[in-house]
């Protein structure tokens, strides 16, 4: 019986199937999934994924090293640790800053979101791929680094007032250059990746002994979730994202134009202006019959 009727439900493919609870339900999630897809631009998925790679490395090399320097400073020294830091968010710049913008952190996120240089829909996928960063870094620091517990922690070394000045000051420094070197048309863009990662490196410098110079939520969130250890961890959220605020408003403030320029890379200007660049060489060999002949050599 239970062939025969399998027989007649193919032999009559308009005739009503039976509802099936789970079909009804991997529809809705097809669904949901395709109108959330429409609200983000093309290539969204790769920007949240280079997001999570991106962080994942900066937090594996910040941390490791501070991590091995807390445990055997003959390993790794205070200032090694700072210039791992910086070099890392110099690389990881250049590597996707011309996929995601290479953000890294979520109060870059939110200050550029909060002057108009990046989708306010975006942020929250954005912050979710920086903490899935951090976090999976720490915890695979916590393999790798064993028995050392303390991955890379920051914490106050003083009073939690102290710390959270120090926060602010260094975020601050470090953001106001990022806006400069990525909203501005007029700044010297090919360097965005150097100028930004030396401010982490002399920041972290002052602000280590103090706060453990962290600059960034996500850096400190994933270790504290590994380790286990939260002291002072509200220190590390609203100092960081205060400074970014302040930082990106401060350069907005004083731009010497008033013009909107949307910017999601911290290396964005270089690739728009070559592209124009490159329009402006085609058009040019275009009317230009001889220079069309020397291109084509």
Do not use: C
Request: proline share 6%; glycine share 8%; aromatic share 8%.
């Amino acid at each position: 019986m239970q062939t025969t009727s399998q027989t007649m439900w193919s032999l009559n493919p308009e005739r009503e199937q039976p509802d099936d609870p789970r079909t009804h339900k991997r529809s809705f999630l097809l669904l949901s999934f395709a109108k959330l897809a429409q609200n983000y631009p093309p290539g969204f998925l790769r920007q949240v994924l280079a997001e999570i790679i991106g962080t994942y490395l900066l937090v594996f090399v910040g941390s490791g090293s501070a991590a091995l320097n807390a445990y055997d400073e003959q390993k790794v020294s205070k200032l090694g640790a700072s210039l791992a830091g910086g070099f890392i968010v110099i690389v990881m710049i250049y590597a996707i800053g011309h996929i995601s913008g290479a953000h890294m952190n979520p109060a870059v996120s939110l200050a550029f979101a909060a002057v108009k240089h990046f989708p306010w829909k975006q942020v929250p996928l954005y912050v979710a791929a920086q903490l899935v960063g951090a976090i999976s870094a720490s915890f695979t620091l916590r393999l790798i680094l064993d028995p050392i517990k303390q991955l890379g922690t920051t914490s106050p070394s003083g009073s939690d007032a102290q710390a959270l000045a120090m926060e602010i000051v260094a975020t601050f420094t470090m953001m106001f250059i990022a806006s400069a070197v990525s909203t501005d048309a007029k700044a010297v863009g090919e360097l965005a990746g150097v100028a930004v990662g030396s401010s982490v490196f002399i920041a972290s410098i002052l602000a280590g002994p103090i706060s453990g110079g962290s600059m960034n939520p996500a850096r400190t969130l994933g270790p504290a979730i590994a380790s286990g250890s939260y002291k002072g961890l509200w220190v590390y959220l609203v100092g960081p994202i205060t400074g970014a605020l302040l930082g990106a408003w401060s350069y907005t403030t004083i731009k010497e134009t008033d013009e909107p320029t949307p910017a999601t890379s911290l290396i964005s200007f270089p690739l728009e202006l070559g592209s124009k660049n490159r329009e402006t060489e085609y058009v040019k060999s275009r009317d230009d019959p001889q220079i069309m002949s020397e291109n084509n050599v």
